[in-house]
């Protein structure tokens, strides 16, 4: 099977899982695990920001930061179709209890002017805003980057407003690798970061939050009342740091495959549009009287999975799993749906 569905369902490879085995490990509760240590170090400096907290899913990791940023009666400003809102569960109302003021992006992607105008005045009757947070690469936005102007102009306005700035870098090395970034400018812009290593850097688990050194020991307190305290967990720290090294360059192969399943759906007689792919991520929109149950169906018996997102829409997505021989099977599958 070729599982396009998502970058998460990638198995660890031969020399990921022996960098595992090889872990050196203690009880990270105990700030014991000195590989856990290194994971979060590494990741910090990266981004060039003072401290990490290393944990079970990238949904923690922005829950996290979100309850450490706000308070009860508080407000977070983000884009109507992030991951934060759609599809952590809630989490901000459940474990926060703090408002959205949602905006409607450019695929995802929201300005400083859409901001500025979501931020509420002093009143009695409004919740105060405590959090902006943005999303990059954006999940539904099909992959889409920021580009830096855009980041600068949010960031100098959440800073004349002291509103602390939260990324959901779920796919933050696919937009660094896509645009050429620096990944240490964005600590000078971001108060935290969240970063998955299980999506395009195929780990089998994890996402580290990195922020100043304050503010990452109150959240490890969130991590714990979550029951997120962990214990040996070097051996999936490991991973993470195995993936730094090897997966992030890499990820402009993905890149380059998404693009040609793109060009492909493009001429697509069956396709009504297709986003721009700019990185791994390739959303389509299926023209009428070809269902995405029916399109589905026939890339798996081609031995291919992808999702449904939502009516007429699907979603490809290239990772680790999938190399260039599995893309031409993709592509002979497509010049053969019926519409
Ligand atoms: C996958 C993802 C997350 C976190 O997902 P987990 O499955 O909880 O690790 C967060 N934000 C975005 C944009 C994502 O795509």
Redesign the pocket.
Known sequence: MIDLRSD?LTRPTAAMLDAMFRASVGDDVYEEDPTVRDLEQECASRFGLEAGLFCP????T?QIAIKGHTEPLSEVICEQTS??YLWEVGGIAFHSGASVALLPGDRGRVTAAQVAAAIRSENVHYPTTRLISL?NTH?RGGGSCYDWNTLTEIAELAKRQRIPLHL?G??IFNALVATGQDSREYGRLFDTV?I?L??GLGTPVG?VLVGSQDFIRKCKRIRKVMGGGWRQAGYLAAAGLYALENHVERLADDHRRARRLAEALETAPYVNFVLPAETNLVIFRLRDGLTEDRFLAHMNEHGIKASAFGPQMVRFVTHLDVDDAGIERVLAALQTVQQ
């Open positions: 998460t899913s990238g949904t923690m922005n991951h934060i999303e999940n959901d779920a796919r969240s998955c299980s999506k996402s």
